[in-house]
């Protein structure tokens, strides 16, 4: 229904960035997961940092019609995958942690909370700027109700 | 296009009723037309109760998309009222004709 397709790409932003203040609830929570999963040699490796990819909504059946079409087809927007932080974990020295090394070094999760607290503001933020794109074309439909009125 | 103004455009067009349709033709279908946008109205109307449903019962986990279920439902009854108000303005007209 293409009256209502500017609410549709408003709500695939809404639901992704719903996913990423996810991630980053997740990430924070974890900051101090030593425990996450277990490696080859049997020991326990800290929770990594997940980010989200984004991409254009561009593998559903209505864009391709429309690009069959020579139109240009205006997408919403769709996760593509979450992804892990590649960074090297905090190093912090605590030899009674049970999760120290034999040096007493212990390895802490690659999540930097200042960083996480600013993609919070963030996907906050998109999340209002979809809110307020979507009662504007609300708001324009019923202005075209009054026509005439 | 939106169904329920594309029917009722189809509903009323404009000068080209073929001379062969009968009154009751035209009446039968300009009812069908009407039938056909209300039970679209309906429609968007029962998917808004059913999404508010499920997200009561904890089957649904996006507020927005509940939400915007709803406006959309708001928004197509807007529409079918402002078009009832024009219908009903435009029959008013006729009877206040004088003869």
């Known amino acids: ?149 | 296009m939106d169904p329920i103004i594309h029917s009722i455009a189809n509903a009323m067009p404009p000068q080209t009723v073929k001379a062969k349709t009968t009154p009751q033709k035209a009446h039968q279908s300009f009812a069908d037309t009407l039938k056909n946008a209300i039970d679209h109205v309906n429609k968007t109307q029962i998917l808004s109760d059913k999404k508010t449903e499920a997200l009561a019962s904890g089957n649904i986990d996006d507020l927005h998309d509940v939400m915007i279920t709803a406006q959309k439902a708001s928004i197509t009854l807007e529409t079918a009222v402002q078009i009832q108000r024009k219908v009903i303005d435009a029959y008013n007209e006729m009877m206040r004709m004088q003869i």
Request: avoid cysteine; hydrophobic fraction near 40%; charged fraction near 25%.
């Open chain 1, 1 to 149: 229904m293409s009256i209502f397709h500017a609410m549709n790409i408003s709500g695939s932003g809404l639901t992704t960035q719903r996913l990423r203040m996810d991630v980053v609830a997740s990430n924070i929570a974890n900051a101090q997961s030593t425990r996450a999963t277990v490696n080859e040699n049997g020991e326990f490796e800290p929770y990594r940092r997940k980010m989200v990819v984004m991409e254009p909504q561009e593998k559903t059946f209505s864009s391709f019609l429309q690009k069959a079409q020579n139109r240009k087809a205006l997408s919403g927007v769709t996760v593509s995958e979450i992804v892990e932080d590649d960074e090297p974990f905090k190093i912090v020295y605590n030899p009674n942690h049970p999760d120290a090394d034999e040096q007493g070094y212990v390895q802490l999760p690659n999540v930097d909370p200042l960083q996480e607290m600013v993609d919070l503001m963030s996907a906050t933020r998109s999340y209002e700027a979809n809110i307020t794109a979507f009662n504007a074309s609300k708001g324009m439909l019923m202005k075209a109700l009054e026509i005439g009125k």
